[in-house]
């Protein structure tokens, strides 16, 4: 069984930080990247950063502000400047699936393993 779990989330004045972390751990499950993703009220769910193998991918909403990184167990991501429009609901996601071109883990269906999903709240 494959779990996901975040933490990190609260409240935050704009121009704050954060850190998200997303504990993974699953004895059959052969971690290939894992995301975040993020859902405001009444919005889509959308990507906001990815990481397979070093590699990285953000969203153009939070290039050079948010930092994702792995260390084997756990996925981070460092939330700097954070606006009133990152407020959201953030949510960890593994995949066990090798794609070449690391775009492709922009979307959502790329990922089979979901957390629960962790509060941020950014205050103007």
């Known amino acids: 069984q494959v779990q996901l779990v975040e933490s990190g989330g609260g409240s935050v004045q704009a121009g704050g930080s954060l850190r998200l972390s997303c504990a993974v751990s699953?004895?059959?499950?052969?971690?290939?990247?894992t995301g975040w993703f993020r859902q405001a009220p009444g919005k889509e769910r959308e990507f906001v950063a990815g990481?397979?193998?070093?590699e990285t991918v953000y969203s153009d909403s939070v290039k050079g502000r948010f930092t994702i990184s792995d260390d084997g167990s756990t996925v981070y991501l460092q939330m700097n400047s954070l606006e009133p429009e990152d407020t959201a609901v953030y949510y960890c996601?593994?995949?066990?699936?090798?794609?070449?071109?690391?775009?492709?883990?922009?979307?959502?269906?790329?990922?089979?393993?979901w957390g629960q999903g962790t509060q941020v709240t950014v205050s103007s």
């Open positions: 996601a593994a995949s066990s699936l090798f794609y070449p071109v690391l775009q492709y883990y922009r979307a959502s269906r790329t990922y089979g393993y």
């Open positions: 699953g004895r059959t499950f052969t971690r290939v990247a």
């Open positions: 990481v397979r193998s070093g």
